[in-house]
């Protein structure tokens, strides 16, 4: 994997949080838990993993029922996604996915996002079913009054932005206006900003892409951030430790654009996930070996 490839994996995607809330707990890191891969522990192992690090927020990308129940009384909160499969069926009607998924679960499980597709593009068939889906899932949270504790969402990639340089140009690409704009609507150097890192550049580019296209009141988690141990050009145990050390220090502090707000981030992953890719290095993003052994000592 070349280095435009790796700038790209360490910000893997971004959660778009249709609030007016700030995020401003101090626990703002989580880990996100895939599970594609057939050697990985049972649920339950997997959750006393994450309470046992002190991992206080999780990402899942369905709604793994066994995983649900494995959350039951863990006090970890939650981002649950809705499979891209599953959209049109929620577009329709969303009463029987939020029963199932949320309503069973609350208030044993602490649900802080619903994540309504993955890195869906203008252009793939599932676009059209996003917004509808969300619309249809938020007014079921509202009929169980659960509108204020579990906020809808969607997570982009970032082939959505145009302009990414310096950060206070950025904008989403013509094409994906359609898309992204009625979602919103539910080291350089820039001008007075001086950014010392790559991640709090991404981020406040997305910033000023969400508030050009209507949405100043938008909230921006990233939803995936991480390096590769292995698999490709300057993907090593040194790299990723790096990166992460340095991530884990820098999102409490904010962004130039917005210091001392932090940054509620999902480090990608926490286990090596043997049957992704097609790349080599999509299989060694974990924190751990499935075998549960950390693959990095952080202070």
């Given at each position: 994997m070349g280095t435009v490839s790796l700038v790209?994996?360490?910000?893997?995607?971004?959660?778009?949080?249709?609030?007016?809330?700030?995020i401003t707990s101090a626990q703002s890191i989580g880990v996100c838990y895939g599970q594609v891969a057939n050697n990985l522990p049972p649920e339950s192992e997997v959750i006393n993993l994450y309470h046992s690090n002190g991992i206080g927020k999780i990402r899942i990308y369905n709604?793994?029922?066994?995983?649900?129940?494995?959350?039951?009384?863990?006090?970890?909160?939650?981002?649950v996604g809705v499979a891209n499969e599953d959209l049109q069926s929620i577009a329709n009607c969303?009463?029987?996915?939020?029963?199932?998924?949320?309503?069973?679960y609350v208030p044993d499980v602490k649900f802080k996002y619903i994540a309504v597709g993955n890195e869906i593009k203008p252009r793939d068939a599932e676009s059209a079913y996003v917004l509808p889906a969300m619309q249809n899932i938020y007014n079921e949270l509202v009929a169980?009054?659960?509108?204020?504790?579990?906020?809808v969402s969607t997570a982009i990639d970032l082939s959505l932005l145009g302009s990414s340089y310096p950060p206070s140009s950025g904008s989403f690409i013509a094409t994906a206006a359609p898309y992204i704009n009625?979602?919103?609507?539910?080291?350089v150097r820039d001008g007075q900003f001086g950014y010392q890192n790559l991640f709090g550049a991404i981020v406040d580019t997305l910033y000023y892409a969400v508030e050009k296209a209507g949405g100043p009141n938008v909230e921006i988690v990233v939803s995936e951030s991480g390096w590769p141990s292995e698999g490709g050009e300057a993907a090593t145990v040194d790299n990723a430790s790096?990166?992460?050390?340095?991530?884990?220090?820098?999102?409490?502090?904010?962004?130039?654009?917005?210091?001392?707000k932090a940054i509620e981030t999902?480090?990608?992953?926490?286990?090596?996930?043997?049957?992704?890719?097609?790349?080599?290095?999509?299989r060694h993003f974990g924190l751990f070996s499935p075998d549960k052994v950390p693959k990095y000592i952080f202070d």
């Open positions: 790209a994996a360490a910000v893997r995607d971004i959660l778009v949080i249709i609030t007016s809330h700030g709604s793994n029922h066994s995983v649900l129940d494995a959350l039951r009384l863990s006090n970890r909160e939650l981002i969303a009463t029987d996915w939020v029963q199932r998924n949320i309503l069973s169980a009054n659960l509108q204020t504790q579990i906020k009625p979602i919103i609507g539910v080291v790096t990166y992460l050390r340095n991530l884990i220090a820098n999102v409490g502090w904010g962004t130039p654009r917005k210091p001392g999902y480090l990608f992953g926490m286990f090596d996930e043997n049957q992704k890719g097609p790349a080599e290095s999509q």
